[in-house]
């Protein structure tokens, strides 16, 4: 017993040692990061949220679940709330959290690495590639990607409670597992994977090796050692089946904002076809991470409509070779065979099983790729042993990370700001309407209104009922003064997508232009139901009435829309004018800035 604890207090800096070097690293990776501005998605998901209450809009966003409205995620939200108390609207806090969240996934791997291999060094090894591996950075460095940080970081946590429990029997684990599910699946959907990776641990190890370690397992010895993990934790497999089933009747019957109704390529036949094109451009990913994409949306990734597509049948036999030589490694290197079981039941939330619109992403790689990255450690590890090819072993790996390392920092800087993610994003897929869409946005925010109209015809011309490309492309008409060819990309994108506010109010400044009045009150009147735009509908409303000469309404107006938000400069401005003139002469209706897609 002594002599355990010696071993013990002497194993303890070494791994701490470890540990403060795979933050350090990690940190350095990721520190260009930190003066990143918000983009994309970040403007609704943070910007916009903490400007209506952060936290406290935690009821409100469950109710809208049940309207269809995209996942409740509460922990990330209150994630969200903490960087909110921390640096306000300044990136740099919500940037510093991403950054230390992952660090604590790269530790969290590095202790199941640690675990399994019972080796420091090559857990070190597999946690920095984690760390510093360029496919992360959609997740890290995207502060929308924080769903997926959060989700991988109690996903890990909650599989090495598992192994700790399998280890010392202790229920104290068994417990965290349980409360570390729900917390999984809360920051992000794809949590729910978290009892197959454990049931398949369970499962391979304790597949008993008859004869020599090569071959397939034969599959009654596969189900022995499935009998044998349910029998020995039935205590932990049985809340864990009842809690990943009420989360799975979740996800069927609530989460619908993110579905389409048919399968990619119209039929669950094809969308299998994309999708094993997809697992080998993820793998391509992982062992190749040159040229990296931010938006594999149409037509960025070709969806497969026929069975004779080379390169979908080329990705099947590849996948299939794969999946083979994994069942192989079962009996003579199970935890190579693990780290790749991992990887293809990690991607079974995002496969397509039940139709999402985004079909591809790189984000989708943070938790199966620690997967990938543990089977390439166990098939390296025999040859640490060996000194002949341990030396070049090491000088390769070294090489590996420092390569990675420097691939990540140059992609940090494609996610300055919005211009410069969205012109590398084209660069990288010329044929992605919604990149082109996105680059033509960003022009257009910064006055550059012939290139804005140059991407946003070319992502009209990709996808011509692309409603939102079709908007922006009215507003860049708006703002070269030309109110009726805005009117007709407004109202056509209306016609795609009624539902959408923006170019409703665009389409409303639009008419004031060409005299048609009561249409464009018509026009900021049906965006008042929508309440994240409705003050803009209302200042817009009260500069109609000033024009009018309906004093009464415009003040009445411009009050309601700094009711509802406080901080539009506009209705404020608008309303001090309307104050002190004693006319409207002064008021026009122009497009509300802050409103754009």
């Not at 691939?407 to 700001?417: K, L, P, Q, S």
Request: glycine fraction near 8%; aromatic fraction near 10%.
């Amino acid at each position: 017993m002594g002599k355990g604890r010696q071993g013990l207090r002497g194993r303890i800096p070494e791994q701490l040692c470890a540990v403060l070097l795979l933050a350090a690293i990690t940190a350095a990776v990721y520190y260009n990061s930190l003066h990143n501005e918000f983009l994309f998605d970040d403007l609704e998901t943070i910007v916009e949220a903490q400007g209506r209450g952060g936290s406290g809009q935690q009821l409100t966003q469950l109710f809208n679940l049940l309207r269809g409205n995209p996942a409740y995620r509460p922990i990330r939200s209150a994630s969200y709330a903490f960087d909110y108390a921390l640096s306000g609207l300044d990136p740099w806090g919500y940037h510093l959290s991403n950054i230390a969240y992952h660090t604590l996934s790269a530790t969290v791997v590095f202790l199941i690495a640690r675990t399994l291999f019972n080796q420091t060094g090559l857990a070190l090894f597999a946690a920095i590639l984690f760390a510093v591996h360029p496919v992360q950075t959609e997740a890290v460095t995207y502060l929308s990607g924080r769903r997926d940080v959060l989700s991988g970081l109690f996903v890990l946590l909650g599989f090495y409670t598992f192994l700790r429990y399998r280890q010392t029997g202790r229920a104290r684990y068994a417990a965290a597992m349980l409360l570390l599910y729900p917390l999984a699946f809360f920051s992000k959907e794809s949590g729910i994977i978290l009892p197959l990776l454990c049931f398949s641990y369970d499962v391979i190890s304790r597949i008993r090796v008859k004869g020599p370690g090569v071959g397939l397992p034969p599959v009654r010895e596969i189900w022995a050692g499935a009998r044998s993990a349910v029998r020995e934790a039935r205590l932990l497999y049985l809340p864990l089946m009842v809690l990943a089933g009420g989360l799975a009747l979740y996800v069927l019957f609530l989460v619908r904002g993110t579905r389409v109704r048919t399968f990619h390529g119209g039929s669950l036949f094809f969308t299998g076809l994309t999708m094993a094109r997809v697992f080998l451009h993820y793998i391509t990913l992982l062992i190749f991470p040159l040229t990296l994409n931010a938006d594999y949306s149409y037509n960025a990734f070709p969806v497969t409509t026929s069975w004779t597509d080379p390169n979908a049948l080329v990705a099947v036999l590849i996948l299939v070779a794969l999946g083979v030589g994994l069942l192989s490694m079962l009996k003579s290197r199970p935890l190579a065979a693990f780290g790749g079981i991992w990887f293809f039941v990690a991607l079974l939330p995002v496969s397509q099983i039940i139709p999402h619109h985004e079909m591809v992403a790189e984000h989708f790689l943070y938790v199966p790729s620690v997967g990938f990255f543990l089977m390439a450690s166990a098939l390296a590890r025999p040859l640490t042993d060996r000194p002949r090819f341990a030396t070049a072993l090491y000088a390769t790996g070294l090489v590996t990370l420092l390569l990675l390392s420097l691939r990540t920092v140059w992609r940090n800087g494609d996610w300055r700001d919005d211009l410069t993610l969205w012109s590398k994003t084209v660069q990288a897929a010329p044929q992605a309407a919604r990149a082109r869409n996105n680059l033509g946005a960003a022009y257009l925010r910064r006055g550059e209104l012939t290139r804005a109209e140059e991407e946003l015809n070319a992502a009209v011309r990709i996808k011509p009922d692309f409603a939102i490309a079709r908007g922006n492309l009215g507003k860049a008409y708006l703002d070269r003064n030309d109110p009726e060819r805005a009117e007709r990309e407004l109202q056509a994108a209306l016609r795609l997508k009624a539902d959408e506010v923006i170019p409703r109010l665009w389409l409303g400044a639009a008419l004031v232009r060409l005299q048609r009045l009561p249409e464009a009150e018509q026009q900021f009147r049906a965006a008042l139901g929508n309440p994240p735009y409705a003050a803009y509908a209302y200042n817009n409303l009260g500069v109609l009435f000033a024009k009018n000469g309906r004093l009464a309404e415009a003040e009445s107006a411009f009050q309601e829309a700094l009711r509802r938000m406080p901080e539009l400069a506009e209705a404020r401005q608008n309303l001090a004018r309307l104050q002190r003139l004693q006319g409207s002469r002064g008021l026009m209706v122009e497009p509300v800035s802050g409103a754009g897609p």
